[in-house]
C-alpha cells in the first residue's frame, strides 16, 4: 500500500520559496504509470489543483500558479518535491501531496497527511 | 477553466436520512467525475471515482450518478460518521478543479 508523507517548513517569509517534499513509501515513482500531485487548501476554502509529475518524468501545472510552481522528482530517494517562489500571505494552506488511482488519471485515491504552510514575516 | 458548482454550501441532517449533494460542471466533462469526503484536520477520502465507481472499501451506502453536466451523490442512509466535508473534482480537463464543497451537519 503506497503511503505519502510531506516534509517541509511551516514557516515562509514572504518573497520567499516555498519548499516541500513528498516521500514516496510502498510503490516507485517511475512504476505504475501514476501522476504525483500537490493540492493545497488554503483556509476557510477549498481544494486547488496545484499541478503534477508524472511516472515519466513530465510536468503539467495549473496555469494559475505556473510562473511560480516547479515540480521534481528525486528517483534515488522516491520522493518528489514543490517549490513555489515569490509567496504571498495568500500561499498559506494546508499542502497535500497525492496519487491518482490506477486506471483513473486525476482521481486521487491516495493521500498524504498534509502540511499546513504559513506565509507571513 | 472548468467551473465546478456545488450545492448546497451546508446541510442540515439526521442519521438515517437520504442525503443527495449535487454538482454542476460548467461544461461537459463526460463521466470524469470523483467525490471526496474530508473531516476537519485530515485529508480528503476519496469515495466515487469516474461518476459512478465506488471506491474500494467505501460503503455501499455512498453513491453516485450523472447526468449530462449534473452529478449526484447520495448516501442512502446517514450515518454518524458521514458528517463532513464533501467535495466534487472534475478531471476531465486542465487545470482539474474542484467543487467548493458541501457541509453535512448534524441537524
Known amino acids: 500500500q503506497v503511503q505519502l508523507l510531506e516534509s517541509g517548513p511551516g514557516l515562509v517569509k514572504p518573497s520567499q520559496n516555498l519548499s516541500l517534499t513528498c516521500t514516496v513509501s510502498?510503490?516507485?515513482?517511475?512504476?505504475?504509470?501514476?501522476?504525483w500531485t500537490w493540492i493545497r487548501q488554503r483556509p476557510g476554502r477549498g481544494l486547488e489543483w496545484i499541478g503534477y509529475i508524472s511516472y515519466s518524468g513530465s510536468t503539467y501545472y495549473n496555469p494559475s500558479l505556473k510562473s511560480r510552481v516547479i515540480i521534481s522528482e528525486d528517483l534515488s530517494n522516491n520522493q518528489f518535491s514543490l517549490i513555489l517562489s515569490s509567496v504571498t500571505a495568500a500561499d498559506t494552506a494546508v499542502y497535500y501531496c497525492?496519487?491518482?488511482?490506477?486506471?483513473?488519471?486525476?482521481?486521487?485515491?491516495?493521500w498524504g497527511q498534509g502540511t499546513m504552510v504559513t506565509v507571513s514575516s | 477553466d472548468i467551473q465546478m458548482t456545488q450545492s448546497p454550501s451546508t446541510l442540515s441532517a439526521s442519521v438515517g436520512d437520504r442525503v443527495t449533494i449535487t454538482c454542476r460542471a460548467s461544461?461537459?466533462?463526460?463521466?470524469?467525475l470523483a467525490w471526496y469526503q474530508q473531516k476537519p484536520g485530515t485529508a480528503p477520502k476519496l469515495l466515487i471515482y469516474?461518476?459512478?465507481s465506488l471506491q474500494s472499501g467505501v460503503p455501499l451506502r455512498f453513491s453516485g450518478s450523472e447526468s449530462g453536466t449534473e452529478f449526484t451523490l447520495t448516501i442512502s442512509s446517514l450515518q454518524p460518521d458521514d458528517f463532513a466535508n464533501y467535495y466534487c473534482q472534475q478531471y476531465h480537463s486542465y487545470p482539474w478543479t474542484f467543487g467548493q464543497g458541501t457541509k453535512v451537519e448534524t441537524k
Open positions: 461544461q461537459t466533462i463526460s463521466s470524469w
Open positions: 497525492a496519487k491518482d488511482k490506477t486506471f483513473a488519471t486525476g482521481a486521487f485515491d491516495i
Open positions: 510502498g510503490g516507485s515513482l517511475s512504476r505504475g504509470g501514476f501522476y
Open positions: 469516474k461518476a459512478s
